[in-house]
């Protein structure tokens, strides 16, 4: 049974940061690409950002451009989201999500198989 079990969430002053780590058990992380995704609340789940299987190609939403990072670490079996120059819009509890049919990655939630359980960033300001 694949698990993803997110962590790092809180709460920040805008301009600051946080690291999102997702680990993944029960099967090899590198068969999956991944994505993270975001909540807020009375919204409509949205993504923020995807990494191929390999690492080699990353997509990202107009809004965290050039503010989030996504990186992953096979050996590890764990996937990252580096958060910088938070804003109080980024609040939001995020999800991790595991794609076991596209290697790039999607944009779409209906794409991925597999999520965690979700952790909650909160920026004030």
């Known amino acids: 049974q694949v698990q993803l079990v997110e962590s790092g969430g809180g709460l920040v002053q805008a301009g600051g940061s946080l690291r999102l780590s997702c680990v993944v058990s029960g099967r090899t992380l590198s068969v999956y690409a991944m994505g993270w995704f975001r909540q807020a609340p009375g919204k409509e789940r949205e993504f923020v950002a995807s990494i191929s299987r390999g690492g080699d190609t990353t997509f990202y939403a107009d809004s965290v451009k050039g503010r989030f990072t996504i990186s992953r670490d096979n050996n590890k079996n764990t996937v990252y989201l580096q958060m910088n120059t938070l804003k109080p819009e980024d609040t939001a509890v995020y999800y991790c999500?595991?794609?076991?049919?596209?290697?790039?990655?999607?944009?779409?939630?209906?794409?991925?198989?597999?999520w965690g359980q979700g952790t909650q960033v909160t920026v004030s300001s």
């Open positions: 999500a595991a794609d076991l049919t596209s290697p790039q990655g999607a944009t779409r939630r209906g794409e991925y198989d597999y």
